[in-house]
């Protein structure tokens, strides 16, 4: 059932169907890594992008996603990214951290829902219920791919449309009303669809855990269990696996070697072969009831490490595989957020002899565990443990940052950011705060704990202006200055006063050459690889490019059609233009004689919202 030499790649897994396009989605995830959140929106790009070398295709892939997808994590496991990128600022609108359901529970899930679209046929959903976050850690993980349309209301995807309702519910700043609106209508959606069982599947549920008026309690009886979790303890084990007569347990060696000894005295123990590696990922419809998956790009070529969540259990002639994001803790099941799909099938196909049998891929990356448990919390892992659990609370104090305009006098300085905290920050004595602004690294500001944040950035230039900011805590009491004791993470504040144009400076900064700057026109207005416009990227960007020219006469022509198919895409780009215009530096990336070109265009764009504005009118 599971061949972890099958494995698939997040961006493959979100791309479209053939002749689809990306309507909405709805990520969650608990732990996100603002670099890995970059790569998701090449899979619904227009064009063809598998990576992202190409720095202007992945600046417009993510832009055109802003108002398309959310993604929901863990607040205070938002990742500080080891650089900053100028694309960050598109994520903004798209990240939510969630608050704890409760202090010392998580919201763990980790779920893909996508709406997918297509003139002239019938829509496509598509649900991944993965055990990896959106990182790019290289673990072994795997995924469930359900692939449906829309049909009559469903009862088993009531669990699914609940989750999604109540995401809005838990984030830590209110969300935009219409995104909350399109969540809804997600949830309302997903209701509605009939999915496609994977291969060897009968039947299927699904399971979310810690949702108000959702009843999650999954059968875990049986006669034979398999448990894969890379985190287990005593009570979690017990209650997947109750009084079965067969028990087998996959999981990293230092959770086992946390376990009670008796606990592994009822079970087999296994752990991954530390030689074992997976090759690079070919790949993958989504056919297979679960996969090995791999980060997001295809450039990593080996996984190491357990992070996948998997249990198996056999009962009346029937095998139930739970692929999800629950670990084996009392936690995952007694408060967590959490989200899994039960498959039911027959042992032959989805049984624990098809992960542990003689031929299984499965067993052949294991290898038996070695010790007996019973060994005491390693103390630097309780420290760490403890600075994160400061962090996830600090996480949840709603933050906002003020921009103060620089005057005409001051331009040149920047603009003041002043971040303030609607409550005190509590944390132990020992303990130490600092923020940076996510765009200003180095430049960190203390924060005196046990009172509201009240604090200063300045001078910040326009694109640099951002609602993410960094936090670090430090264990003062056992940090040196050779081994920190320090945790970290990003807020996102709310941002009040944000420059109108400011998104706009951060895009002229990107397009910073004649070659980028016709590039980005060209991905704006969808032009195929005959273009005059894409031809004219392999030539001298210098030149005629009055419409009366040759190639300008044929990007005119191609601007023009915009302006009857596609005028907020031109509108978009003027933005652009005008941001250019307006230094010497910007003057320098525009093409020679563009401007003969353009003026005409905004002329028409001015006419059209004229005659718009005139018809709201009439």
């Given at each position: 059932?599971?061949?972890?030499?099958?494995?698939?790649?997040?961006?493959?897994?979100?791309?479209?169907?053939?002749?689809?396009?990306?309507?909405?989605?709805?990520?969650?995830?608990?732990?996100?890594?603002?670099?890995?959140?970059?790569?998701?929106?090449?899979?619904?790009?227009?064009?063809?992008?598998?990576?992202?070398?190409?720095?202007?295709?992945?600046?417009?892939?993510?832009?055109s996603c802003t108002d398309r997808v959310d993604i929901f994590c863990q607040a205070g496991?938002?990742?500080?990214?080891?650089?900053h990128s100028d694309l960050m600022a598109y994520l903004e609108p798209m990240v939510h951290p969630v608050k704890r359901p409760r202090p010392g529970r998580l919201f763990h899930p980790k779920v893909w829902f996508l709406h997918y679209v297509a003139d002239g046929q019938e829509d496509r959903f598509r649900l991944l219920c993965s055990t990896r976050n959106l990182t790019d850690a290289t673990t072994w993980d795997a995924v469930v791919t359900l692939d449906g349309r829309r049909g009559k209301a469903n009862p088993a995807n009531r669990p699914l449309a609940a989750f999604l309702r109540h995401l809005p519910s838990l984030a830590v700043r209110d969300l935009d009303p219409v995104r909350s609106a399109r969540i809804e209508a997600l949830a309302v959606a997903a209701g509605r669809v009939e999915w496609e069982l994977p291969d060897g599947a009968e039947d299927f549920v699904l399971h979310a855990f810690g949702v108000p008026r959702v009843r999650a309690t999954p059968d875990f009886s049986g006669y034979r269990h398999l448990v894969v979790s890379p985190f287990c303890n005593e009570s979690g084990l017990a209650h997947l696996t109750g009084t079965s007569g067969e028990v087998t347990v996959v999981s990293r060696p230092e959770a086992l070697d946390r376990l009670d000894p008796t606990s592994l005295q009822k079970a087999r123990a296994y752990v991954l072969d530390p030689l074992a590696a997976l090759g690079t990922p070919e790949p993958d419809d989504g056919g297979e009831a679960a996969s090995a998956t791999a980060p997001s790009g295809p450039e990593v070529e080996t996984l190491v490490g357990l992070h996948a969540k998997i249990t198996v259990v056999e009962r009346a002639w029937k095998a139930h595989v739970f692929v999800g994001s629950p670990n084996a803790t009392s936690a995952?099941?007694?408060?967590?957020?959490?989200?899994?799909?039960?498959?039911?099938?027959?042992?032959?196909?989805?049984?624990?002899?098809?992960?542990?049998?003689?031929?299984?891929?499965?067993?052949?990356?294991?290898?038996?565990?070695p010790g007996a448990g019973g060994e005491p919390p390693d103390a630097e892992e309780e420290l760490l443990r403890a600075l994160r659990n400061e962090l996830r609370a600090l996480a949840e104090i709603p933050l906002t940052l003020t921009v103060v305009p620089a005057g005409e006098q001051d331009s040149e300085r920047g603009h003041d950011l002043r971040l303030e905290s609607t409550s005190p920050l509590r944390i132990r004595p020992a303990y130490s705060i600092r923020a940076e602004l996510l765009t200003r690294p180095g430049h960190a500001v203390a924060l005196p704990p046990a009172s509201r944040v009240d604090a200063v950035f300045s001078p910040v230039p326009l694109a640099d202006v951002t609602p993410f900011v960094a936090l670090f805590v430090r264990d003062e009491e056992h940090s040196t200055a050779a081994q920190p004791v320090e945790a970290s993470t990003v807020a996102h504040a709310a941002l009040v006063g944000d420059p109108p144009s400011r998104l706009d400076e951060v895009l002229a900064r990107q397009v910073n050459t004649p070659e980028k700057f016709l590039r980005f026109l060209a991905l704006l207005l969808k032009v195929g690889e005959g273009s005059p416009l894409v031809a004219a990227l392999g030539a001298d960007s210098g030149g005629a490019w009055g419409a009366d020219s040759g190639r300008g006469a044929g990007t005119f022509e191609i601007v023009a059609n915009a302006l009857a198919t596609d005028p907020d895409a031109l509108r978009d780009f003027d933005r652009l233009v005008e941001r250019l215009e307006s230094t010497e530096a910007g003057r320098r990336v525009l093409p020679e004689g563009f401007d003969s070109l353009w003026l005409p265009v905004r002329g028409a764009l001015a006419a059209l919202a004229e005659r718009h504005g005139t018809e709201e009118l009439s």
């Open positions: 059932m599971l061949e972890p030499d099958n494995r698939v790649v997040l961006l493959d897994q979100l791309r479209p169907p053939p002749g689809y396009r990306l309507h909405t989605a709805v990520a969650t995830t608990f732990t996100l890594d603002m670099t890995t959140a970059l790569v998701p929106p090449l899979a619904f790009a227009s064009f063809e992008v598998r990576g992202t070398s190409d720095p202007v295709a992945t600046l417009e892939a993510v832009r496991q938002l990742a500080v990214p080891a650089q995952a099941y007694g408060g967590n957020v959490e989200f899994a799909v039960e498959l039911v099938g027959k042992p032959t196909r989805l049984g624990v002899g098809t992960f542990l049998g003689p031929d299984a891929p499965f067993a052949a990356l294991l290898q038996e565990y």
